[in-house]
């Protein structure tokens, strides 16, 4: 537990001194040197150097070693693959987008080749092999089944839905392989270093070329008997033709709430104006507000969150003015009013989401010393 607690300080504030180690985790002097000790000759700790600036003599720093694992991220898409690879202290060392084929005689083996293209690419880049990754974590539209293990939720991935794939994409990269819904990483993001810090009850609307949201209550994230809590893109609300059936065939998808706010469906309210210009016009903006605000009135009355993150590309243009308009439509309705606020996370959200969890899924193994 001790050397446990040491390395997240470590992971967290960076290089630190005995000292401050000792500090931070309460333990006596003689007990911290003894575990950076036991740390160092395990391979996991590192001295880095010295802190100076301070009266006495300079005090050695200690780091962890980055050589100790690596992970990889990824983000997938219906035009292709983007992924990083990082060191487990969270360096990114690597990044690699690869392009996917616009036909395919095997849809389902040319999607394992590309995301093994994809992390290969990265870790080439960082001079890694396969046998330095520790956990690599995918984010894709739609769900993984519990029950069986296939994709749902997302028609428009041709070659994601074989019930073996993760299991054959870690027997070809030799990690362990985590499919995870896109919006719900986004949501992890924001709570490690976005709007949703120190915030346990929140729900995340994604607002972009697809829609959907997560749900987070309790520091958890919900994700239903199939796996697609929080796919509010097919969400029955006034105005939006209804989704019967099947999940649809790729290319079909317009209706629920998605075909009232996604990126293509406001660009062509506007115009075939771009987002930001499709947003500066009041009235585009105003529609859209109320549409938000619909749904957002649906889902708050179901789980009650204390904060609504928007984000994705829609809400990113829409910007303070968007969330000013859907808080006037959310207030006074006869609901809890949470609090509403933009993502401003920079890069990728979904990518930033993998990353987080594929380092907390490597360093629970490799900073087990038990």
């Not at 708050?300 to 829609?314: K, N, R």
Request: proline share 6%; glycine share 12%; charged share 20%.
């Amino acid at each position: 537990m001790n050397d446990r607690a040491a390395l997240d300080l470590l992971a967290a504030h960076g290089p630190l001194t005995r000292t401050r180690i000792g500090e931070l985790t309460g333990l006596s002097k003689p007990t911290t040197s003894q575990l950076l000790s036991r740390l160092e000759s395990a391979g996991l700790v590192r001295t880095t150097g010295r802190q100076s600036g301070r009266p006495g003599p300079n005090a050695v720093l200690y780091e962890i070693d980055p050589a100790v694992g690596s992970v990889a991220a990824l983000s997938a898409d219906p035009n292709g693959l983007t992924a990083l690879v990082a060191d487990v202290t969270g360096r990114e060392v690597g990044r690699f987008r690869v392009e996917a084929d616009a036909v395919a005689e095997d849809v389902r083996h040319r999607t394992a080749q590309l995301v093994v293209e994809a992390v290969d690419g990265a870790l080439a880049q960082a001079g890694l092999g396969h046998d330095d990754l520790r956990a690599t974590v995918i984010g894709t539209p739609g769900a993984i089944d519990p029950h069986d293990g296939r994709l749902r939720y997302a028609p428009h991935l041709p070659g994601w839905h074989s019930r073996t794939l993760r299991a054959e994409l870690a027997e070809v990269l030799g990690t362990p392989v985590t499919i995870e819904n896109d919006v719900n990483l986004a949501a992890i993001a924001e709570q490690y270093e976005g709007a949703a810090q120190d915030h346990d009850d929140f729900v995340l609307a994604w607002l972009d070329e697809g829609v959907g949201a997560a749900i987070v209550l309790g520091g958890t994230l919900l994700r239903g008997a199939t796996g697609g809590a929080g796919e509010i893109g097919y969400m029955p609300v006034p105005g939006a033709p209804l989704l019967r059936g099947p999940e649809g065939t790729p290319g079909s998808y317009r209706g629920g709430f998605e075909s009232l706010v996604s990126g293509a469906v406001v660009r062509e309210r506007a115009g075939g104006k771009e987002l930001p210009d499709a947003l500066a016009d009041p009235a585009v903006r105003d529609e859209l507000a109320q549409h938000i605000a619909t749904a957002l009135a649906a889902v708050v009355a179901v789980v009650d969150p204390e904060l609504v993150v928007l984000s994705g590309q829609v809400a990113k243009a829409g910007g303070e003015e968007l969330r000013l308009r859907v808080t006037e439509e959310l207030t006074g309705l006869a609901l809890p009013c949470p609090l509403l606020r933009i993502s401003e996370l920079e890069g990728d959200p979904i990518l930033t989401g993998a990353l987080r969890t594929a380092l907390t899924q490597a360093r629970d193994t490799v900073f087990d010393t038990a």
